[in-house]
């Protein structure tokens, strides 16, 4: 697993989407607001240096008590 932003920002405007879907709303409008959320989302990320928390191994012989 990486800690990049890719599945978040693709889950917020794929989101956005199925919203605009959901209210009968136009359903370009809605498709250009989830691509933009999408693409600023990583953007903002990459350029901040935004990483996600990543699951690491659990090494058994280093315990604490």
Known sequence: MRGDIYALAAMAGASVVVIGRMTSLPTALF???????????????????????????????????
Do not use: E, K
């Not at 498709?31 to 693409?39: H, S």
């Open 31 to 65: 498709a250009i607001l989830g691509g933009v959320l999408c693409f600023a989302l990583r953007y903002t990320a990459i350029r901040r240096g935004w990483q996600l928390p990543v699951a690491g191994r659990s090494n058994p012989d280093q315990r604490q008590s």
